[in-house]
């Protein structure tokens, strides 16, 4: 496998976006509508498979489209070619706020495995594919489900993760995390699911039942905010029906509020 060697400049802070370098006739394949800009002479076309298969047939797409289905991505993939005879630049964005991280496959050893819905972009031949648990516990109970993304390939591949993001390197030991914080590990490194201490810190420790262990050797990348955690505090805390919601920090609620003009 050769993958496309493009190169990338990470623009921005909290709400990033990576810019992308090609060179003539060198192609980035990408999540569908995740295009910020592009230069001229860039031409895009949508297609059911990542290209790192030239002979992969009718069926062999649709499968791979139903795959990333269940990966929960989009069933087309968008190849970004410069058709041009000079370097030319397309930029790509996280749909919501938080860290874009590359990943070189090429010193992962060819292969990295990360949660559903991360995937960015990456340059032309990788494979993308999905990962299934084998272990019952872990798909029903280690936030991730059965499936995995699986990136396969000898290039850049771009994940998005939502606040802020921590590079581990496991040497034998083992690290438990938070289920929602997991973003992507290296294969070499187990993962399982274990209970969150005893019946009455699983029940009110506000850690969840369970957390993921990950042990062995090898990078694991660890994010701050699940953008599912962010979302259910955005939602517990949004107007209910008829305008009533709560007042954070205010013994005057929505009084207070209405008050000051909100």
């Not at 996280?94 to 090429?106: E, H, Q, R, V």
């Not at 499936?147 to 690290?175: K, P, Y």
């Amino acid at each position: 496998m050769r993958c496309h060697e493009v190169d990338y400049t990470i623009v921005g802070d909290d709400m990033q976006m990576v810019q992308i370098e090609l060179d003539p006739s060198e192609t980035v394949i990408a999540e569908a509508g995740a295009m910020n800009y592009m230069e001229q002479d860039i031409q895009f076309e949508a297609r059911m498979g990542d290209g790192s298969q030239a002979d992969q047939g009718l069926m062999g797409k649709l499968f791979s489209a139903g795959k990333r289905v269940l990966a929960g991505e989009s069933i087309f993939l968008t190849h970004f070619t410069n058709r041009g005879s000079t370097k030319r630049h397309v930029a790509f964005a996280a749909p919501y706020t938080g860290k874009i991280i590359p990943l070189d496959l090429n010193k992962l050893g060819g292969e990295v495995l990360c949660q559903k819905d991360s995937f960015l972009c990456a340059a032309y031949g990788t494979k993308l594919d999905i990962a299934f648990q084998r272990r019952l516990g872990t798909g029903f109970f280690g936030g991730e489900g059965f499936i995995l993304q699986r990136m396969q390939g000898d290039g850049l591949v771009f994940v998005h993760a939502s606040g802020t993001i921590v590079e581990r390197q496991l040497q034998g030991e083992t690290l438990r995390v938070d289920t929602g914080c997991l973003v992507a590990f290296e294969p070499s490194v187990d993962y399982n699911i274990e209970r969150a201490g005893n019946l009455k810190s699983m029940l009110f420790a506000g850690e969840g039942l369970f957390l993921a262990t990950l042990s062995g050797h090898g990078k694991v990348w660890i994010q701050s905010l699940p953008f599912s955690r962010l979302a259910d505090r955005i939602l517990a805390n949004a107007p209910r029906a008829g305008g009533s919601s709560k007042g954070e920090g205010s013994v005057l609620g929505g009084f207070g509020r209405l008050l000051d003009g909100d």
